[in-house]
């Protein structure tokens, strides 16, 4: 790669036709903010997903596409108490949406705002917390979950890692 100078502020990269084919090749396919998608394209996260962090098990379970629509359940439980969560990802004209009930409440638009061969991110900045969730699959029996958002004035994030489980 040769890097050539324009004018002071402002620099060029000539690459030959080979390193561009190979650097086109190894992009991920995205899908951009408010482009048309299928519900498809995120059947990799259809499946039962568990895991634990200190005394609190999580599941997760997402219902293969079907008709524009994926359902999913999501419930922890520590000790005596548990949480719920109803969810699901739809076709929409803009693309996909995110709609997040947790404990039963309205559901909240969380609006798809990219989309690659292996991760989903909705986005959501007038919702309380949180603002983004993203679903990554790291591979086929690893799901990671990340949440940010800001929270009475402060950045707030989480991840989980959870495993794909058996539907027993």
Do not use: C
Not at 95 to 100: D, E, I, Q, R, S
Not at 101 to 107: D, T
């Amino acid at each position: 790669m040769k890097v050539m100078e324009i004018h002071p502020r402002t620099t060029f990269v000539r690459l030959t036709s080979r390193p561009l084919f190979v650097l086109v090749l190894l992009m991920p396919l995205v899908a951009p903010a408010g482009a048309k998608t299928s519900i498809e394209q995120i059947s990799w996260l259809a499946g039962l997903w568990e895991g634990t962090e200190g005394k609190v098990a999580s599941e997760e379970l997402w219902m293969k596409p079907k008709g524009g629509l994926m359902l999913g359940l999501h419930r922890d439980v520590a000790g005596d108490g548990a949480f719920f969560e109803f969810l699901r990802i739809e076709e929409s004209p803009d693309g996909l949406v995110f709609m997040a009930m947790p404990s039963g409440k309205p559901a909240t638009p969380f609006p798809a705002t990219e989309v690659t061969t292996n991760q989903v991110t909705f986005s959501n900045p007038d919702h309380d917390f949180p603002q983004q969730i993203r679903y990554s699959l790291e591979d086929e029996e690893i799901l990671q979950v990340y949440i940010e958002g800001v929270e009475d004035g402060e950045a707030r994030n989480r991840t989980w890692r959870w495993h794909r489980a058996s539907q027993d």
